[in-house]
């Protein structure tokens, strides 16, 4: 079995590969897009209605895909190219968000019609990070995990960093109209960046190291399909070629506590930092009084504590990898303590900084020890698996989050979110001893 040990970050290695620069380029440019649709949104709703109630189901609204999409999303992402699943993602987003900004550049624009275009965009975003997540490993040498991870979380916090400032000086004189219209236009610069990316059609299914067992629905679905005849039992065969590729998909988690314990920690911190925007919005409205420039200010205070987060992370060696790991979740618990304590924007910035830096650090840990331990066959429905566990605790989050900050006080919502990630602490901690169990069985086993 592979372990989770990596190597020392080979730039030139990474940077040299063309489809990794195709690939950084898309998801800087998606997630710039993607930052200021965020935040501007969430911005005009709480202008617009002085609730966080309202805020919170914007983010139920673009998590609740993700509690069906990702069944499905883990089984193609795993038997399709994922470079066109990436472009038709990238296409079909971009063309929602457009909708949407010629609504409201035509004035007329209702709370429901952000609802719906987020609605859209974030089914394609449930099957569209776990796709990118498994590509990722299709266009860098395994050594090179661990760096590209790095780069590509430093390239999309770049691109958060830029949209949140740059909403905070422009959300005044563009309104949301024009951070909707530069969003769209994104979404076809990332999906002609990923279509770029190779040349062919490369099926995941080359991927597979391990010969498949015989299946009788396997088998009569080969042979209609090379007849041409038996509609029916092409239909019935493909229905159960998905089915027994989730269930494959969750036997392989049954058997790997290692992977679910680095996937419920980071389905845990995802689930806890998207829903974390109910309360930060409130926090810059309502404690901070600090406007739209304040909270952009506070954004892009989390994405540079982010970058540097990330190129720290990639130079560390393995040893210090995962006690940092655990020290990073626990940090991020204690900090949520405090925030509601820090009432002036500087203060709250920096917070934010040490946040974005923790998150990068955890994040490229589980990340790359995920992608040296989980064969490429199985990736897709792995990220998928985890990604409907973070959709089920946002949702939960989100609403919880709305209310008790509307209900009681935004002091009590903070400290929600602090207790989320004291439960991923115990997780990281766990997923600690069991891939120093791992490592030490490898060494056992070595010449």
Known sequence: MPTARTHRVDWSLLWGQRAFRFFFTAMFVSLFGSGMNFIGVSWYIMSATHSTVAVSWQVIVVTLPGLVVPFLGGVLIDRYDRRYLGVLLDLAR????????????????QIWHLYLMTLITGTGSAMYWANVNALVQEVIPPSQFTG?????????????LLAGTFVGFVYDHVGIAGILFIDGLTYFVSAYCLYSLRSGYVSPLMHRQYPREFSESREGTAQALETGENPEVVEAGLSLEIFSDMKAGFGYLREQPVVVALGVTHAMLMASIVSSNVVVVALADQLLHSGARGFGFIEAGWAIGAIVGGIIASQLPQRLRLPLYVLAVAGMALGHVAVPFVVFLFGATILQGCFGFFRALAGIVAQSSLMAIVPKQFMGRTQS?????????QLAMSFSLGWIAERFTIATGFFLLATLYA????TAFRARRLLHCLERQHAAVAP
């Open 94 to 109: 971009g063309v929602a968000v457009l909708a949407t900004a010629y609504i409201a550049w035509r004035r007329d624009l």
């Open 148 to 160: 590209a991870n790095a780069t590509v979380l430093v390239g999309v916090q770049t691109g958060m």
């Open 385 to 393: 698996a985890f990604a409907i566990l973070a959709t089920v605790l």
């Open 423 to 426: 439960g991923a602490t115990a």
